[in-house]
């Protein structure tokens, strides 16, 4: 297996190298749960917010 170099480019300003990146279990409001697992890239350039869950499906492999 290769391992190639990851690019990552902000849709919104073009940075392509000003990222931070966070991990959260969960998204809640009081009890109710919003969202589930995800990791989250933010651009420190323009500050937009991806969300990976929505462009990379999660390997469910065991």
Do not use: F, P
Request: glycine share 4%; hydrophobic share 30%; charged share 25%.
């Amino acid at each position: 297996m290769a391992r190639a170099i990851l690019h990552l480019i902000c849709g919104n300003c073009g940075c392509n190298d000003m990222w931070e990146w966070t991990h959260r279990k969960e998204l809640r409001d009081g009890n109710e749960i919003i969202d589930t697992e995800d990791v989250q890239l933010q651009c420190k350039n323009c500050y937009t917010l991806h969300s990976l869950n929505r462009n990379a499906s999660k390997n469910q492999s065991t």
